[in-house]
């Protein structure tokens, strides 16, 4: 069995960096799938694959992460504008960041249409797709 | 207030105490992207040494290698000296059982495993420390990997000038196109760092990154 867990942007809205981080990897090493509303920042990423390595050990064998992040550059110069003022009033809630233990996934494929998440649960390999809005 | 000053100064292309013989130049990527294959080349083509070991085993490179004054001619006879860092391959999962499928004792395999994790640390850690760097990428693989992005996101966050080298063009299932589609706003070059194949496109390329 693959268990999903979801982290709404409002549980880590107030938290810093560093706390982010381990909430995330908390929930990755107890063998769950994170599905978290909107995005790290990108010093964050990278401390989450540098506290990854630290903690890499004979049971924990790392994370596979992927981020989903709607290309900008296509949106009209009105959508940019609600956008910014939604972000203003709401937080960055856009795209969707997905961590997995290395134990349970085996891969996360990312295009800019879908990502593929293949699992290591069961001998044929099961996919989940997710499509682009 | 100190990574303030510097980003500022760095914004503004100034710097009072560095010189441009002090470039440091790195080449950062996932493992098994040929950054020690293609340190290798640039320091037979200039120095006429080698500078690390390649394996096609993933995480050969589990330290931090600097060549320090390279210096690179090009056709209009202008030269450009700098530190050449071959970092460690960036990765988010190292299991010491897939050494052990490579045929490596376990010993061995878990020495390497922790070895590696730590090059990873390294490799981040260092990032502060480079003036440019090429992100070298093998042109026969999906380059939509998180890791990619990460890395190449974060040098962007940084202001370091990024030079995307698609490495491996000598094999069939290369693809250029693909690494172009995915990073658009970076300039990339193809080239086989094994055989020297398209390398003066790099050259040039390389020279144009830090002007």
């Excluded at chain 2, 990997?145 to 080298?165: E, F, K, M, W, Y």
């Amino acid at each position: 069995m693959v268990t999903f867990q979801f982290v709404p942007y409002h549980d880590m809205e107030n938290l810093s960096s560093a706390k982010r981080v381990n909430k995330l990897l908390k929930i990755v090493k107890d063998e769950r799938i994170v599905l978290m509303e909107g995005r790290l920042k990108k010093q964050e990423e990278v401390d989450l694959i540098e506290i990854t390595m630290e903690e890499i050990s004979p049971k924990f064998k790392g994370i596979e992460l992927s981020v989903i992040y709607p290309d900008k550059s296509k949106q009209d110069p009105l959508q940019k504008i609600k956008g910014v003022f939604a972000n203003v009033l709401l937080g960055d809630r856009t795209g969707m960041t997905i961590i997995g233990p290395a134990s349970v996934v085996k891969k996360i494929e990312q295009n800019p249409d879908k990502i593929e998440l293949f699992t290591k649960e069961s001998r044929s390999t099961k996919r989940y797709r997710k499509k682009r809005k | 207030m100190k990574a303030f000053f510097s980003k500022l100064l760095k914004k503004l292309k100034f710097n009072p105490f560095s010189k441009r013989s002090h470039l440091k130049i790195g080449l950062y990527g996932p493992p098994n992207g040929g950054k020690s294959t293609l340190a290798n080349r640039i320091c037979i083509d200039w120095l006429g040494e080698e500078m690390s070991s390649t394996s096609h085993i993933a995480h050969e490179t589990r330290e931090i290698n600097v060549k320090e004054q390279v210096t690179l001619k090009n056709k209009k006879g202008k030269e450009l000296t700098f530190s050449l860092v071959d970092t460690p391959g960036i990765a988010t999962r190292i299991d010491y059982e897939d050494f052990l499928k490579r045929g490596m004792k376990k010993v061995e395999a878990k020495k390497r495993a922790k070895e590696a994790t730590k090059g990873v640390i390294d490799s981040i850690k260092w990032l502060d420390n480079m003036d440019a760097v090429v992100v070298v990428l093998d042109s026969t693989k999906d380059p939509y990997s998180q890791v990619n992005i990460t890395i190449i996101g974060n040098l962007q966050a940084r202001d370091i000038p990024v030079l995307i080298g698609a490495n491996k063009v000598d094999l069939k299932r290369s693809n250029i196109d693909v690494i172009e589609a995915a990073f658009p706003q970076y300039e990339v070059v193809g080239f086989s760092a094994k055989y020297g194949k398209k390398i003066e496109d790099f050259y040039d390329q390389l020279f144009k990154l830090v002007k």
